[in-house]
Structures are given as C-alpha cells and as structure tokens.
C-alpha cells in the first residue's frame, strides 16, 4: 500500500514539476520574442534576422533546427530496440552535412535572398520556378510539421503520468493529446508572426543549450553507472534486450537475410540503402535548413555556421548512442515497448530510471523525468516554429510578392502575408496533426527527406552546376521528385499491407520498399534532365552571372 502511495505521489510530484518547467521555458521564450518582434523592422529582419549571426550563433541554432523531437526521442527509441541498426540514422543524419556544407551552403548564401527558390528563380522565368518550389517547400514542411506535433501528443501521455483510466484537469488521454497539439501549434504561430527569423533563431539557440545539456547528464549517469566500462554497458543492453549478441551487430531491422527467399533478402537490403540515400541527400534539401544559411553576412560565416551544426549535431548523435543502449540496459526492451511500441519513450523512461538510481527514490525520478520531458517539449517548439517559418516565407516571398504581385509588392505587404501565412500554416497543421495522431512519427520524417531529396535537390543543385538548365527542367525535376516520392509511399507497405502500416486492414501496396529515396531521388534528377533538354530555352550569360556570384558573392545581398 505504501509503495502504491509512493508512486502516486511520485507521478503526481513529476506531473508538477514537468508543467512548471514547461510554463518556465514558455516565457523565457516568449520574453526573447517580444524583445526580438522589437528589433524587426524590415523584411531581411523578419525572413533572415537582420543578417546579424555569426557563424557559431547560427551554428547552434542549426542544431536547434536540426535536432527535432525525431532525433532526441525517435533515434534513441530505435537504438534501445533495434541496436546496431538503429546507430544507421545517426549515421545518416550526420554525413548528410557534409553535402550541404560541400555542395550548398556557400553557394546558396551568394546567390539567393530569403528562400531556396530565390536561387533557381535568378536565371529563370520567375513565376512557374516559384510557384513550384513554393509547393513543394509547403508539401516538405507540412509533413514535418505533422510529425513533431503528432510527437508532442503522443508524450504528452507520459510526460504528465495520464494512463489508460485516468485523467489530467477533466480530460483522459485522448482529449490531453488533442490539447498539447493546439497548444504547440498556437505557440509557434506566435513566435514566427511576432518574433520572426530573430526570435525562432534565439529560441532555437536556447534549446539547442537545453537538448546538449540534457543529453550530456543524461549520458555521462549512464556512463558513471557502468563506471565507464563500454563493454559492460554494451554487454548488459544485449542480455536486457532479449535479442542477446544480434543486438550488437547488423541485420536486425535492416538488410535482414530470409533464408530461402531470396527476393525478401534483395528488398530488405534495398530498403537499407534508399534509407540511406533519402537520409544523406534530404537534408540539403530541407527548406527550413537552407533558409538559415541567410541569416549570416558572408559565405565564410555561412560556411563556418556549417562546421559548427556538425561538431554539434555530431556530439549529440553520439551522446544517442549511450542514451540508446543505456535505455536497452537500465530499462529493458520489454518496459519500453510495453509503454510505446516505437520506443519513442525511451530516452524520458531513462531518465526516470536515472533519477531513481542517483537522486533517490520516485522523487529523484520524478524530476529527473520532468527536466527532459520539458526538454524534449522545447525541441518540439524550436523546430515547428523554424518549419512554419520556412513555409510561410515561401508562401509570401516567392508566391505572393513574385507570381501574384510580379515582383511589385512592398517589404510591409510581404512581412504582413507572411505573418497571415503562418497563421494558416499553423491552422491547417493543428488540424491535420489532431486525424494524423495513429501515423508513425518516424514515417513522416523520412517522408519529409525523401520528398526533399526528390524534388528539391536536384533543382538546386543542376540550378548551381550546370549551364544548360532552364525554366522547364526546375518545374519537371520538382514536380516529378515530388509526386513519385508522395505516390511511391502510398503505395508502399508503410501505408498498407502490413502490421505496422497506417492501415494494416487494407492493402494496395504494391511497391515493396518503405523509403522511395532509391527511385524518387534518381526520377527527380532524370526529370530535371529531360525537361531541360527538351526545351530550347537557355540563358549562358545569366549562368556566368549567376557563378561568379555563388563563388565569389559579388552582388549578394
């Protein structure tokens, strides 16, 4: 009876506390929006803050961006059951900065304003080049959107200890995840209309500080318990796991051998590699990251702020892995699955077994628990207002002030449609996010890169490097990226046809793979090829113009 006790006065001192950290983080960063809607006077402040960061502010708030509740939740969750093979998105994730720091960042600092499609649109027709980027930059940050807010929902459950049964101020479960996501949604509509690119930029900085910080405690308690023996550590993960020394090698999710069917052996490991290719190859192409490379004065800061996102965004793939295998240790596959069947809960569920270990009874878990679930709420609000920012700025930069108005309109009209967007934007993912709540968060995510990798690289990057591309080529490599990268996933097994699909009792997939990379990404560059191939037009003098400015940015704004 007292244990019972205990417990609820455990769960009850958790919920308090992770709702007064909540309330403290929200006006924190309320007070730095406030204070930077002040500093926003002109266009270039609201869409790239002035371009007043230097490269390790941006840097860092790159991290903040990049970091999304995925990483933190959904990448030690698949580690702490799957091992190895989930060390694979860290992998991804990380390498894939190399691109964009090689290939991107400098370039597009040079060339563009405001948004990606500032770069395509330089040396072609404005209104077809712009009209199609600002579709897909909607198509890739809605996805997104949904899966941090659809996130935010399903923690919301555990984070304030509401369990099957029981209810939090009147409302069960259900009602509390529909509640978290109007909330989150309402809040990053405030920061992006009130505080733009300066305020989203400052509170993406503070919960980059808040996310290292967490994970670094929570990692070096792993570490101390094991008294910083990696092989103990490793060794217990894989008895705790239940799957004993497959845990630690590759195979267990991805690449899985099917003796005698040959074909399922071919489309697991074929699933690995388009896995792979989206992972690398989305995130140069991801609106919400390439936006903040205009934020900086020069190409060098741009360049620089690059270096900084991977020493950070690296330390922190490196702290999931002991987050990972700690959760697989100290808690146990079985506890994690049994709380949530992606392990998305994994890395809270630690902390809670941490704090019992080093601060002492439900108490010491409790609050352990209550600091990283209010981080991990932070990484949700960071991110959503950073994606609705992007968004909204293509909405009104490329759509409104360059098709609609022809270039015509005043830095005050864009700013105001550009706050009406988000607005909308906002609206229209707190209402989609509240039916999308049975969707896997992972599936989005990878959704959203392969939809980047398809339709928005290849444009950037034959817009960049090679002369002979043109207005039809830009419209066909994002159009073509984008609609085989959307229709292959419903057609997939990931959508249907499967236990874990959205909707396991129907099926019409026919498409055996659960990631598209490995056909959208080459369908999107062989349609940027033809369509421009196929069209006359060509301008070599504009090209030259546009290569001196990415190399040199003379001319950049």
């Known amino acids: 009876m007292n244990t019972v006790l205990a417990a609820e006065a455990g769960s009850t001192t958790a919920r308090n506390l992770t709702i007064t950290l909540f309330l403290v983080f929200v006006a924190i960063t309320l007070a730095i929006t406030v204070w930077a809607s002040r500093q926003t006077k002109t266009a270039t402040d609201f869409y790239a803050g002035g371009r007043s960061f230097s490269g390790f502010q941006n840097g860092m708030a790159i991290g903040g961006d990049y970091m999304s509740a995925a990483s933190f939740l959904g990448i030690a969750g698949i580690i702490a059951l799957y091992g190895y093979d989930g060390f694979l998105y860290s992998i991804g ?7 964009a720091l090689l290939l991107v960042a400098e370039l597009l600092r040079n060339s563009g304003r405001y948004t990606m499609a500032d770069v395509l649109a330089f040396r072609m027709r404005q209104r077809p080049v712009r009209t199609a980027a600002a579709v897909s930059t909607i198509t890739v940050s809605i996805f997104y959107l949904l899966a941090q807010m659809v996130g935010a929902g399903a923690l919301v459950a ?26 989150v949604g309402a809040l990053m509509i405030i920061y ?28 070096l308690l792993v570490l101390a318990k094991y008294k910083f023996n990696l092989s103990s550590l490793l060794g217990d993960a894989a008895d705790a796991s239940g799957k004993g020394a497959a845990f630690l090698e590759p195979g267990l999710r991805y690449g899985v051998e ?69 959760a697989a240790a100290i808690v146990g596959g079985q506890a994690i699955t049994a709380q949530d069947k ?14 019992v270990d080093f601060l002492g009874g439900s108490l010491g878990g409790a609050t352990l628990l209550a600091i990283i679930a209010a ?30 108005k022809n270039g015509q309109a005043s830095e005050r009209q864009e700013v ?49 490097f090679w002369k002979r591309f043109n207005t039809s080529g830009a419209v066909w490599a994002i159009y073509g ?22 909707f396991p009792e129907h099926d019409w997939h026919w498409f055996p793979l659960s990631n598209p990379g490995i056909i959208s990404i080459p369908i999107g560059f062989l349609c940027g090829w033809l369509g421009t191939v196929l069209s006359k037009e060509s301008d070599d003098d504009k090209y030259a113009e546009l290569e001196v400015r990415s190399l040199t940015g003379a001319g950049a704004h």
């Open 93 to 99: 994730f990380l390498v894939a900065w190399l691109v």
């Open 158 to 183: 555990l984070l304030l200890g509401i369990k099957p049964g029981t209810t939090f101020l009147g409302m069960d479960a259900d009602t509390a995840k529909v509640a978290t996501i109007i909330l």
């Open 192 to 219: 992006v209309t009130v505080g733009g690119m300066k305020g989203t930029t400052y509170v993406q900085i503070v919960k980059a500080f808040l996310l290292m910080s967490g994970a670094l405690v929570m990692t």
């Open 258 to 326: 099917t003796p005698g069917d040959a074909l399922k052996t071919f489309y697991s490991k074929m699933d690995l590699l388009s896995l792979g290719i989206a992972l690398v190859l989305g995130t140069a192409g991801l609106p919400h990251i390439l936006i903040r490379f205009y934020t900086v004065p020069t190409a060098r800061a741009a360049r620089k702020s690059v270096l900084w996102a991977i020493g950070i965004i690296g330390s922190f793939y490196l702290l999931t892995l002991a987050l990972g295998f700690g």
């Open 342 to 355: 992606a392990g998305n809960t994994a890395a809270p569920q630690l902390a809670e077994a941490l704090g």
């Open 375 to 404: 981080v991990a709420f932070a990484t949700i609000l960071a991110v959503v207002a950073g994606l609705t920012l992007a968004s909204s700025s293509s909405l009104a930069h490329d759509f409104y002030a360059n098709v609609m």
């Open 416 to 464: 105001t449609v550009a706050r009406i967007s988000a607005l909308v934007i906002g609206a229209v993912s707190i209402v989609l996010s509240i039916f999308a709540q049975s969707l896997n968060v992972a599936f989005l995510v990878a959704l959203a890169f392969a939809v980047a990798a398809s339709g928005n690289l290849p444009a950037i990057l034959y817009s960049l």
């Open 481 to 502: 990226g984008l609609v085989s990268a959307v229709l292959l996933v419903f057609f997939s097994p990931v959508v249907s046809g499967a236990p874990t699909a959205m």
